[in-house]
């Protein structure tokens, strides 16, 4: 098979990132693997084979841009870019009078300022053949802001604020920018550690997630989808 474009899962870990870079993998892209170690993500290429591991801090500017450089001249063009950082590395519940802003700005950075930095460097190019997809994995914590939850809620309010502020410029010029809200757990061992008596309805499965990534990507540009929820079918809202 020829590979001749790529998705880049931004936050690719063992749980969402993984399963989406494999159904991409699948759907005949390169797959640009950037996590802040790559300590998975260079066995995860191993098994994909057309993949390319790239280390990234999404709160650090010069390695946003190191990761684009490497992107540009290592791989495809893109054509799909995922961010998919956070998850329950910022799940942090507590009051927001113990909130540490050093804490907060570096969450916020991964979740929107990082996002914003590295869709600068790769935005025109996808612009410029008018056809790819941004795709933002959002949470509950993207649609309000509750009680003790302040940490979860406030980078994640940003994260969709810049979802929704790309998808009115860049939309009308043939990028599908979608926000994904997962409500729920996702399937992995932190999860069982929460909830060990949860059943198969209980938890979003990550290869279900990756499935609608695929999804909204390959939809027709009469119906594109701004906001989809994802939510077990027990899961109360």
Known sequence: MSFLKTCVVAGTGPGNGAAIARAFSKEGFHVALLSRSNTFTSSLASELGNATAITCDLSDEISIAQAAKK???ECPPVEV?????????????GTLLDIQPSELIKSISARSMGPLALSQHLLPGMVERKKGSVLFTGATASLRGSANFAFVAIPSFSCKALAE???REFMPKG???SHIVLDGAVESERARQWMPNAGPDDLIQPKDVAANYVMLHNQPRSTWTFELVLRPAVEKW
Do not use: D
């Open 175 to 177: 990028i599908h920018v």
């Open 71 to 73: 992107i540009e001249s």
């Open 81 to 93: 870019l995922v961010f998919n950082a956070g998850g329950a590395s910022t799940f942090r519940p």
């Open 165 to 167: 502020s790309m998808a």
